[in-house]
């Protein structure tokens, strides 16, 4: 069973950068994929970034391309969001997710193939 918990949502302005976290509670995190998806009142979950079990290989949605960062530190059990250029369409709550893998190529892009989820940090980009 893993638990997952985001911090270091908040109110930016335009143009702002902030980093948000998920702390996982498993002891083996590292064989987890990890992704963020985001959504938006009346709007679907959607997709924003995947890292797989080491780090070696990510994912990014093309709205988060050339402005979000994802990484992971495996000793620390966390996965980060960068995130720069922000922009008040990227206002949304942010979830991490977690699903065990058996190679570094796997990187689901889909809600569904996620069974873990943390509750979620709100982002707010005012303009």
């Known amino acids: 069973q893993v638990q997952l918990a985001e911090s270091g949502g908040g109110l930016v302005q335009a143009g702002d950068s902030l980093r948000v976290s998920c702390q996982s509670s498993g002891r083996t995190f590292s064989s987890y994929v990890m992704a963020w998806f985001r959504q938006a009142p009346g709007k679907e979950r959607d997709h924003v970034a995947t890292?797989?079990?080491?780090?070696?290989?990510?994912y990014y949605a093309d709205s988060a391309k050339g402005r979000f960062t994802i990484s992971r530190d495996n000793a620390e059990n966390t996965a980060y969001l960068q995130m720069n250029g922000l922009k008040p369409e990227d206002t949304a709550v942010y979830y991490c997710?977690?699903?065990?893998?058996?190679?570094?190529?796997?990187?689901?892009?889909?809600?569904?193939?996620?069974?873990?989820w943390g509750r979620g940090t709100q982002v707010t980009v005012s303009s």
């Open positions: 890292i797989s079990r080491t780090g070696a290989n990510t």
């Open positions: 997710a977690a699903v065990g893998a058996y190679n570094d190529q796997y990187l689901p892009l889909t809600p569904a193939r996620y069974p873990y």
